[in-house]
């Protein structure tokens, strides 16, 4: 089955770097990579996802890139802010209809 | 349209018993996607329910089972309480497949 590792665990940047956290899969049927925001004490809010027919996509500061034939995945954060801290999960799924297997999270902490 | 609602947010129980949580999906959602979420363990999947039906299921013990109703209203039923078992149970519905998710609250399970 599917198998994501996530990377690094802990991240912590000063107010207005980048931020990146990469994703590593092992299914290479897997073509639906979402991005998952979770702040404390509330639920993990879907940010961004890729399919696996396109390499990037962006939605203002933050971006997904995509590169299938090394099979990882890389969350992109530009002009940090301090709202942007919390955990962030990737996950994977080989088709519609079989579950996300999810990263086990990193933690971002962004320094004011 | 109204998000994820899942009932009750809070409960304690004793070791040995069982529990019942409920989630309400986002209206037009037919798929219900149920996680244990636990510190350093991330988001682990439970099982799926589709249509009233068990879609799939994750590598938990029996004493973790769900339902659906037509309303696509889902439950899942935890029996003979373990101290392991405290963790944020999560649940997600998504449109039909099992991508994107929208998750909701979540109900925090503590075993004493």
């Known amino acids: 089955g599917e198998n994501v590792e996530q990377h690094p665990s802990t991240l912590s940047v000063q107010e207005g770097d980048s931020a990146v956290i990469k994703c590593t899969y092992s299914?290479?049927?897997?073509?639906?990579f979402p991005w998952y925001k979770q702040e404390l004490g509330k639920r993990p809010q879907l940010i961004i996802d890729i399919r696996s027919n396109v390499g990037e996509k962006k939605d203002q500061r933050i971006a997904v890139t995509l590169n299938k034939t090394a099979k990882h995945f890389s969350l992109h954060i530009t002009e940090t802010q301090p709202e942007d801290s919390a955990v962030y999960f990737c996950a994977a799924s080989p088709s519609g209809n079989t579950p996300l297997v999810f990263g086990k999270g990193t933690r971002l902490s962004v320094i004011a | 349209k109204a998000g994820v609602t899942q009932t009750p947010r809070y409960l304690i129980k004793t070791r040995g018993q069982q529990v019942t949580l409920s989630c309400s999906p986002i209206s037009g959602h037919r798929s219900v996607s149920w996680y244990q979420q636990t510190p350093g363990q991330g988001l682990q999947f439970l099982f799926e329910y589709f249509s009233e039906t068990q879609r799939n299921k994750g590598n938990f013990p029996g004493r973790f089972s769900g339902r659906q109703f037509s309303n696509s209203r889902s439950e899942m039923n935890v029996s003979t309480l373990e101290l392991g078992d405290s963790a944020l149970y999560l649940c997600?519905?998504?449109?039909?497949?099992?991508?994107?998710?929208?998750f909701g609250p979540g109900t925090r399970l503590t075993v004493t």
């Open positions: 299914d290479s049927a897997s073509n639906y």
């Open positions: 997600a519905s998504s449109e039909s497949s099992s991508l994107e998710q929208y």
